[in-house]
Every structure is written in structure tokens, then in C-alpha cells.
């Protein structure tokens, strides 16, 4: 998951298609597809969540992304369960899978 946070006078697609391309070097804007106020972490903050067309090959910044990679939805469920990760990124993964069962 790539995530940062809105700048002033910046809107949610404008902030998600800075931090993809300081991210990964990608250069798209993603298409906002729902915000949630996340409880987790140190305070309530807004999310939201995105979704973009991401090529099959992406430039990732080390300073800002541990690790990229390709993973299928049951080796994510796997990974969310064994890796670290941000607690935001849990509860958007959750909401998103909610959110695209409620579209099918």
C-alpha cells in the first residue's frame, strides 16, 4: 500500500498521485473510491482509498518503500498477518475488500 499525507489546498487524487509517483515513479492519478476515519494508530485521522492503473514494472524510492511486489489477494491476506505493516493499512484492506463486495 502506498499512503501519505494530503498537503493543504491539495485534493485526496492529487495527494495519492504525488505519493505513487514519489513512491513507485508512477505517473497516473488514481480515482478516489471511498474515505473512512481510521481509529487505529496514535489519533482518528481520514483515509482514502484509490485505485490506479500500476504498470507491471515500478521504480521504488528505498528511502520510502521497504519492499515492492506482486502478491495475490490470499498471499496479501497471508502477508497482512505476517509482515509489518502500518495499522491504517490493515483497516483500508479490510474496508476496500467490504467496499468491492458491495459493487459485485
Known amino acids: 500500500m502506498v ?3 494530503v498537503g493543504v489546498g ?3 487524487e492529487q495527494a495519492a498521485g504525488r ?3 514519489e513512491e513507485l515513479g508512477i505517473r497516473d492519478l488514481p480515482r478516489l473510491l471511498f474515505t473512512f476515519i481510521n481509529r487505529s494508530g496514535l489519533s482518528p485521522h481520514w483515509l482514502g ?3 490506479a492503473v500500476v504498470p507491471d514494472a515500478v521504480t521504488r524510492d528505498p528511502q520510502e518503500v ?3 511486489g506482486w502478491l495475490t489477494e490470499s498471499e496479501l491476506h497471508s502477508a497482512l ?3 509489518r505493516f502500518t495499522p ?3 483497516e483500508a484492506f ?3 475488500l467490504v467496499f468491492r463486495a458491495s459493487r459485485s
Do not use: F, I, K, N
Request: hydrophobic share 35%; net charge negative; with cysteine.
Open 88 to 90: 491504517d493499512s490493515h
Open 49 to 51: 482509498v484509490h485505485e
Open 81 to 83: 498477518l505476517e509482515w
Open 10 to 12: 491539495e485534493s485526496y
Open 3 to 5: 499512503g501519505g499525507a
Open 66 to 68: 521497504a519492499w515492492c
Open 19 to 21: 505519493e505513487l509517483a
Open 94 to 96: 479490510s474496508r476496500y
